[in-house]
């Protein structure tokens, strides 16, 4: 079992920035992939940005060059660096983990961006 748990979530101007964080439960060094995700309101959820074990990244291309994901191993956290936020980011983060045979959710965080 991974229990998972976002923070960092807020309220923040357009132009602004936030550091979201997901706390795993156990090592995620042999964790095979980790992903944010977020849903808005009446939308589908969708990804935003992932990791791999090896360091690899990949992003939505409406978050390139704004979003920075990144994972500790010794803290057994993943993080989402966000700068530049906009009305759009306003949404629910998700983490997510694949171990290689089961996949987990945490619960979210709220990103609220508006003047």
């Known amino acids: 079992q991974v229990q998972l748990v976002e923070s960092g979530g807020g309220l923040v101007q357009p132009g602004g920035s936030l550091r979201l964080s997901c706390a795993s439960s156990?090592?995620?060094?042999?964790?095979?992939?980790m992903a944010w995700y977020r849903q808005a309101p009446g939308k589908q959820r969708e990804i935003v940005a992932s990791?791999?074990?090896?360091?690899?990244?990949h992003y939505a291309d409406s978050v390139k060059g704004r979003f920075a994901i990144s994972r500790d191993n010794t803290k057994n956290t993943m993080y989402l660096q966000m700068n530049d936020l906009k009305p759009e980011d306003t949404a629910a983060y998700y983490c997510n983990a694949f171990t290689g045979s089961r996949e987990y959710w945490g619960q979210g965080t709220q990103v609220t961006c508006s003047s």
């Open positions: 156990r090592s995620i060094f042999s964790i095979v992939y």
């Open positions: 990791i791999d074990s090896g360091g690899g990244t």
